[in-house]
């Protein structure tokens, strides 16, 4: 009880006493101040200790237990989780205001990046590798072709040629469906709110992989939307766990990026993805498949969708043309199951009315004209070549305890920093040296630190790829022995679910 002697809450505050309660006991577990299977106080102790209502504590506990920080045992009380998780608090105190700022805007999807900047963070591909002059050319034929119908309204569900040639492009990734199921979105993005605005209410449950797309996280806060967290493991999303949690939240939808994830790169197994799609369909959970970068495969051809091994419509698709094509287009589509056309088609027409037309069109002739396979190999000819130099840069200057599992293909790696430290305060420390990447406590829906960081290299050149990740292993080693303690620090941070 002591340690909740302790607890300040601020009573003229405009934050909720319940949620600054749920933070100040968070903190306590993540700081290890209380260990896994610790009991909490019960409720009226704890609220007569602080002098608030009952449900004050009720709802902290329930807040608790909705990110997984506790389980409660029915008519024993509520007790600290256990399940691992590379993550810690965020202790913005120690870092510099810039670093600071910047990490606030990467939970916003942005990044500043200066002009001599090594850029590990942005997962966007370098502008030079843009098929510029073939979209010059389909845009004039477009042009001449449909004249002013081209910038009239489009059809909500998207230009039809375009969706009748999706299908064909289709085979060719093994997926089987119809123009019916196919529906136009102005980029991935977009297919996840529109998802989301169709099919999810405030308060409902959504299941995520953990770590995850920030983009998502802020789709699925916007709306009220509980996030319940999945581990990802080398092989896919651990899928005990997700049993387990389909039984006891009962969610909506599962968001998942099953080939080369973002952030840490990995993919699901074949395995995986078969006892995936067995598990929803016999719990009648929805999957929603962001396929981000499928065609990435540098070392793998297991990078089959969930969609082309779905016999039961139990799968959104949703595809993105940013990191193959250009992301500046706004484009991309979703394959949708019978059943839920007509509500996404609503909350897409609700959202932009149509995606441009223009756009379509150019895109439709650009694949009709083949041009697309060629572009691919060339991209995949340049990922792989920076790819490789990232491993074979890794390998060389990692420090001990640093670690990483290589993925086998995709744009992103997910490094691992010796246990207790924080990839927040590496950033700090990096952005002196003009190194920047995305430290991953971004990645969870909470406001945390994590011990792990995502570095891409799609925006980054061969030669900058082999001086940034010098520079940035210098710089880990600085870090590591200014702590003093030696690799491992004692014990300030700990897994927690
Ligand atoms: C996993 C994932 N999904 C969706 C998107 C958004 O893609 P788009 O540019 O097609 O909206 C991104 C962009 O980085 C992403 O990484």
């Given at each position: 009880m002591d340690k909740f002697k302790k607890l300040k809450l601020n009573r003229e505050s405009p934050e909720h006493l319940y949620t600054q309660l749920y933070n100040l006991i968070k903190n306590l577990i993540i700081n290890n101040n209380l260990k896994t299977h610790e009991k909490l106080p019960p409720i009226r102790k704890l609220a007569d200790l602080l002098g608030v209502n009952n449900i004050t504590v009720v709802k902290a506990y329930n807040l608790l237990e909705s990110n997984n920080y506790v389980y409660k045992r029915i008519g024993s009380g509520t007790y600290v989780s256990s399940i691992e998780k590379d993550i810690a608090p965020r202790?913005?105190?120690?870092?510099?205001d810039e670093a600071y700022e910047d990490i606030s805007l990467m939970d916003r999807g942005q990044i500043e990046v200066k002009e001599n900047m090594i850029n590990f963070a942005s997962a966007t591909p370098t502008p030079q590798l843009f098929p510029v002059s073939d979209f010059k050319e389909v845009l004039n034929e477009v042009l001449d072709r449909d004249k002013g119908m081209a910038f009239g309204y489009q059809e909500s569900k998207g230009y039809f040629p375009l969706r009748q040639y999706i299908v064909e492009y289709l085979d060719f990734y093994k997926i089987n469906t119809a123009v019916e199921n196919i529906q136009i979105i102005s980029g991935a993005q977009q297919g996840i709110d529109v998802i989301a605005k169709a099919l999810l209410r405030h308060g409902d449950t959504v299941i995520v992989e953990s770590p995850t797309y920030t983009g998502a996280i802020a789709i699925f806060e916007s709306r009220g939307v509980k996030m319940v967290q999945v581990p990802m493991t080398k092989d896919g999303i651990d899928l005990n766990i997700l049993e387990k949690y389909i039984d006891k939240y009962n969610p909506k939808l599962i968001y998942t990026m099953p080939n080369f994830q973002n952030p840490t790169g990995y993919s699901y197994s074949l395995e995986t993805k078969r006892e995936l799609l067995e598990l929803v369909n016999r719990k009648k959970v929805l999957i929603v498949e962001d396929d981000y970068l499928t065609d990435l495969n540098f070392y793998t051809d297991d990078n089959l969708t969930l969609k082309s091994m779905d016999k039961h419509e139990d799968v959104v698709y949703i595809k993105s043309f940013s990191k193959i094509f250009m992301p500046g287009l706004r484009l991309g589509f979703l394959i949708v199951p019978m059943n839920l056309n007509d509500q996404i088609l609503i909350a897409k027409q609700t959202s932009d009315i149509s995606t441009s037309g223009l756009i379509q069109r150019a895109f439709d002739l650009y694949l009709r004209k083949g041009i697309w396979r060629k572009h691919i190999t060339y991209m995949k000819k340049i990922y792989k070549e920076r790819f490789d130099i990232m491993v074979e840069s890794l390998e060389k200057n990692l420090p001990k305890d640093t670690t990483y599992l290589k993925p086998l293909g995709g744009i992103n790696f997910w490094i691992k920093l010796s246990n207790g430290f924080s990839a927040s305060e590496l950033y700090s420390q990096s952005i002196n040296r003009d190194i920047v990447f995305i430290p991953g406590g971004v990645f969870y829906p909470e406001d945390i630190d994590s011990n792990c960081f995502r570095l891409s290299i799609a925006d980054v050149y061969p030669a900058d790829i082999r001086k940034g990740i010098e520079k940035l292993c210098e710089t880990i080693k600085d870090y590591y022995k200014k702590s003093n303690i030696g690799f491992e620090r004692k014990s300030t941070y700990r897994p927690i679910l």
């Open positions: 202790n913005i105190n120690v870092l510099q």
